[in-house]
């Protein structure tokens, strides 16, 4: 089962780098695809998805799980 991130501020490539890098710092085994043009990153293995919305509003990119 996905798990299905609502991330703000991704407006590019790098900002897609930066979520990915925020991601993997906590949960080094996941492969985020991240979605520039709808601000959604999908995750397969989510593990601590807690950790991953404090490591990503940490990095400067306030997520929420979508909808």
Aim: a neutral charge; one cysteine or more.
């Amino acid at each position: 089962m996905s798990t299905i991130l609502s991330v703000s501020n991704i407006h590019c490539g790098a900002c897609a780098a930066r979520v990915t890098r925020a991601i993997q710092n906590v949960e080094p085994s996941a492969v985020p695809q991240v979605d520039v043009a709808t601000g959604r990153v999908t995750l397969d293995k989510a593990g601590d998805t807690g950790a991953i919305l404090a490591a990503l509003d940490k990095a400067g990119y306030p997520a929420s799980l979508a909808q």
